[in-house]
């Protein structure tokens, strides 16, 4: 992991939405799209390059990578983690939610991490429920009060970089909660889900971020995917 600093931070009372892209990429729209509309000045860059294969061009083999950012809003005490893709390897995973986390504690309280993704439920509603889980119940009773809803029994695991984000902050004792916005594809990206999950983050850490650009990408007649269950991440 090839870490580079852009410079040092004192925030207060800092929010921290941290999530990659899943199940209709959702949790990478919702993070590189606040980061874009609010002008977050990148603090850090990560490059990891943990994928077992090489890419081949014109004979040429090349190491890919993936690349991550921290984005600090100061005005807002809000700081952002995105990225191109999941971490391959399991380990690394750990490596990088401990990075991102010890990272910003070193610039002052983290008051709440918020990760996101997409949710296919077995019942569908009208395309626009943001469900949620969280670290402690304080966190999942005051998400009532914005309009979303608790994530069902059908889930039983939330993998990868945007459910551990949420369990080692629970471990250093730091309230997270998870938002999932509902999806009808999981392998295209769901802009309808990324939108509805924004416009309740903006109710809960009352900021205007916008999802004009957003709403232009959702398609007006999704398709049905098929599948034999729910899904999550």
Not at 35 to 54: C, E, F, H, R, S
Not at 118 to 147: F, H, I, R, W
Not at 204 to 211: A, D, E, F, L, R
Request: glycine fraction near 10%.
């Amino acid at each position: 992991m090839k870490i580079e600093n852009f410079g040092e931070f004192r925030l207060k009372d800092i929010t921290l939405i941290s999530s990659l892209p899943d199940m209709g990429r959702v949790g990478g729209l919702v993070t590189e799209h606040i980061a874009q509309k609010i002008g977050a000045k990148i603090a850090a860059k990560v490059v990891l390059t943990d994928k077992p294969w090489v890419e081949l061009k014109d004979g040429i083999i090349e190491m890919p990578f993936d690349e991550y950012k921290l984005l600090v809003d100061e005005k807002s005490s809000l700081v952002i983690f995105t990225g191109e893709n999941q971490p391959q390897e399991p380990a690394m995973v750990f490596e990088l939610v401990n990075f991102v986390i010890d990272t910003v504690q070193k610039w002052g309280n983290i008051k709440r991490i918020i990760s996101t993704g997409g949710y296919m439920p077995m019942q569908k509603t009208n395309g626009d429920s943001v469900y949620c889980v969280a670290t402690d119940q304080d966190t999942l009773d005051e998400m009532k009060s914005y309009g979303i809803k608790q994530l069902g029994g059908d889930v039983k695991s939330i993998t990868w970089f945007n459910g551990l984000v949420l369990g080692i902050a629970k471990l250093k004792k730091i309230p997270g909660v998870g938002l999932f916005g509902e999806i009808y594809d999981a392998e295209n990206p769901q802009h309808r889900a990324a939108k509805n999950i924004i416009e309740k983050i903006e109710k809960m850490i009352n900021i205007s971020i916008g999802t004009t650009e957003l709403k232009e990408k959702i398609l007006e007649k999704p398709v049905e995917a098929k599948k034999d269950g729910p899904g999550i991440g």
